[in-house]
């Protein structure tokens, strides 16, 4: 097999190394769920012999090498380049030819310690408000159904607590005829009062219905009867933040842009710039970096944590699971042809893993990287220890 070996770059510091030292320091002192232990676990053993794995051989040289495999933990820093990849290739057949915008919809700083109080309620409600607020705009102001994708992040740059949801939205949608394309405005989607209003309005109710059904019993700030209370009056003198960037011209560059985001974890092994026994130092925003505990990386590192089962990539409107083989086939033949001017194929993905993981990593797993030669399997490594679950 002809082919150059191209040096495939790696962290000099990871995660799993914080975790292996540190875990123990952190559940000394914090109370871990069930889902961030087994997270944690995964993290360690990714990649390493417990895992197990199988051992290469070059035909040419005899240069022997040991894959180990993946925890394919969906919070592991080392695991979510080929997910993203294959992610875009399954979605790429949905996306619709259209400009498309990206908006981002904060949850205020006061629901935060009910968020981590009751993340699958908070983050459920914030997914189903946002994807809601987006296509009943597009009902009453465009008379169309749009086609909305939502991601949920949780975090800021230095690992604090920050409940957000990047959203991507077609500029216009399939009429209610079904007959037309209605195409929105370039300059905005709607107008940012009027988004944020909708979704503060969604958001109590939503709140208001888990608090009569006792669902948020126990949280410290309700046990004063007059705690909700406050928070709704709260809340409702609040302009929720609300952002929305230039739309993107191509299909192709939507899934691009968005694939960086759904299988984003809350910190990336490249951007830690020094582990010590006593310091972390990682980069933040516009060059800057910051530097703390350990344990304390830790600590906020496990807030992002999602629950178990939970959903954080969510469709509405024409990209909901149910309008893929109606009304979203319908707009698709509305909008072709003739095709837009600014629209452009999107282009085909590698076919397999192997193809992936080269255009990821400049390297090609099945050629040696010493004499470039073919790299066969010769035997498979058990597991030293037992998988996570």
């Known amino acids: 097999m002809a082919c150059s070996p191209a040096p495939a770059g790696r962290?000099?510091?990871?995660?799993?190394?914080?975790?292996?030292?540190?875990?123990?320091?952190?559940?000394?002192?914090?109370?871990?769920?069930?889902q961030q232990r087994r997270a944690l676990s995964a993290i360690a053993l990714c990649r390493t012999a417990a895992l197990g794995g199988h051992l290469e051989a070059c035909r040419s040289c005899g240069h022997e090498y040991a894959a180990y495999n993946s925890c394919r933990d969906r919070h592991c820093p080392k695991c979510q380049a080929l997910a993203q990849e294959q992610w875009i290739a399954a979605r790429s057949e949905r996306v619709l030819p259209v400009p498309h915008y990206h908006v981002v919809f904060t949850l205020p700083s006061q629901l935060r310690g009910l968020a981590q109080f009751q993340p699958k309620l908070i983050y459920d409600a914030l997914l189903h408000a946002t994807g809601d607020t987006l296509v009943e705009l597009g009902q009453s102001r465009l008379n169309a159904l749009m086609g909305?994708?939502?991601?949920?992040?949780?975090?800021?740059?230095?690992?604090?607590?920050?409940?957000?949801?990047?959203?991507?939205?077609?500029?216009?949608?399939?009429?209610?005829?079904?007959?037309?394309?209605?195409?929105?405005?370039?300059?905005?989607?709607?107008?940012?009062?009027?988004?944020?209003s909708l979704l503060r309005a969604k958001m109590?109710?939503?709140?208001?219905?888990?608090?009569?059904?006792?669902?948020?019993?126990?949280?410290d700030d309700f046990r004063d009867p007059e705690g909700f209370d406050r928070l709704m009056c709260k809340l409702n003198t609040l302009d929720w933040l609300t952002y929305v960037k230039k739309p993107?011209?191509?299909?192709?560059?939507?899934?691009?842009?968005?694939?960086?985001?759904?299988h984003r974890v809350a910190i990336a092994n490249s951007r830690l710039i020094n582990v010590t026994d006593d310091r972390v130092t990682f980069r933040t925003k516009n060059g800057k970096t910051a530097s703390i505990h350990p344990v304390e990386f830790l600590k906020r590192f496990v807030q992002h944590v999602l629950p178990p089962g939970f959903v954080k990539i969510r469709h509405y409107g024409l990209y909901a699971g149910c309008h893929?083989?109606?009304?979203?086939a319908v707009a698709r033949n509305v909008l072709t042809p003739p095709a837009p001017s600014h629209t452009a194929p999107i282009p085909d993905l590698p076919a397999s893993c192997f193809d992936q993981l080269r255009e990821l990593t400049g390297r090609d797993p099945r050629c040696c990287p010493l004499c470039g030669g073919e790299m066969v399997w010769i035997a498979v490594l058990p597991p030293s220890a037992r998988a996570p679950p």
Request: net charge positive.
């Open 11 to 34: 962290a000099r510091f990871e995660v799993a190394d914080i975790v292996r030292q540190h875990r123990h320091e952190l559940e000394a002192m914090v109370t871990l769920t069930g």
């Open 148 to 196: 909305v994708t939502l991601v949920l992040h949780t975090w800021t740059r230095e690992l604090h607590q920050h409940p957000h949801v990047h959203a991507i939205v077609s500029c216009g949608g399939l009429a209610t005829d079904a007959a037309r394309w209605v195409a929105s405005s370039r300059k905005y989607l709607f107008p940012l009062k009027v988004m944020g």
């Open 204 to 219: 109590m109710a939503a709140l208001s219905r888990m608090y009569a059904n006792g669902q948020l019993d126990g949280f």
């Open 248 to 262: 993107f011209r191509r299909a192709r560059f939507v899934l691009q842009y968005l694939g960086r985001y759904t």
């Open 324 to 328: 893929v083989h109606n009304q979203l």
